[in-house]
Nanobody, 116 residues
């Protein structure tokens, strides 16, 4: 599986963005998927994770109520809807996947910058 993120950009505080993660390969639908982010000088942190079928999700406390993770297994694509963005959400956002036949795999990342 290869992952390609898109949808990042420069926005003002309070705005919304939707990130997409397009996966190649046939095992995406049986893998968990997650979004991580890494801000300058900080460690990479988990933002949200979703089960293979989409029925279970978890979020970092800092994004609960503002971000929504989802997936469309018919399109081999995952999403992160980000609303009410804050300057502290500025980071490179990475897509991640892993499963019974898939070792942990990362995308190349997409930059999200939120201006105040």
């Amino acid at each position: 599986v290869q992952l390609v993120e898109s949808g990042g950009g420069l926005v003002q505080a309070g705005s919304s963005l939707r990130l997409s993660c397009a996966a190649s390969g046939s095992t995406f639908s049986i893998n968990s998927m997650a979004w991580y982010r890494q801000a300058p000088g900080k460690q990479r942190e988990l933002v949200a994770i979703i089960s293979s079928g989409g029925g279970s999700t978890n979020y970092a406390d800092s994004v609960k109520g503002r971000f929504t993770i989802s997936r469309d297994n018919t399109k081999n694509t995952g999403y992160l809807q980000m609303n009410s963005l804050k300057p502290e959400d500025t980071a490179v956002y990475y897509c991640w996947t892993a499963g019974p036949h898939q070792p942990p795999t990362w995308g190349q990342g997409t930059q999200v910058t939120v201006s105040s």
